[in-house]
Nanobody, 122 residues
Framework: QVPLVESGGGLVQAGDSLRLSCAAS????????MGWFRQAPGKEREFVAA????????YYADSVKGRFLISRDNAKNTVWLQMNSLNPDDTAVYYC???????????????WGQGTQVTVSS
């Protein structure tokens, strides 16, 4: 089991920044690749970013490339998603997830957090 807890969501204006955190309560955190996904009302859950277990490789959806940055600190059992230049299309519930290998699809992840709401007003 890899319990995950997201935090850092909120209501911001277009152009603002937010940093989401995902804390894992698991000694094995460092062996897991981590991903961020988001789900807007009426839409399917979509990939945002992923990072390898060591942090050496990162992946981004085209829609966030250049604006979002995923990072992790295995000593702190935490992964972050720095979100810059936010726009209303980024409004969604954001979830972090853990997998043995990086994946851009939700099905590739075994453990999920409860999600944190991000709302971007225009």
């Amino acid at each position: 089991q890899v319990p995950l807890v997201e935090s850092g969501g909120g209501l911001v204006q277009a152009g603002d920044s937010l940093r989401l955190s995902c804390a894992a309560s698991a000694r094995a955190f460092s062996i897991y690749a981590m991903g961020w996904f988001r789900q807007a009302p009426g839409k399917e859950r979509e990939f945002v970013a992923a990072i390898s277990s060591t942090g050496g490789v990162t992946y981004y959806a085209d829609s966030v490339k250049g604006r979002f940055l995923i990072s992790r600190d295995n000593a702190k059992n935490t992964v972050w998603l720095q979100m810059n230049s936010l726009n209303p299309d980024d409004t969604a519930v954001y979830y972090c997830a853990a997998a043995r290998y990086p994946d851009t699809t939700p099905g590739g992840y075994t453990y999920w957090g409860q999600g944190t709401q991000v709302t971007v007003s225009s």
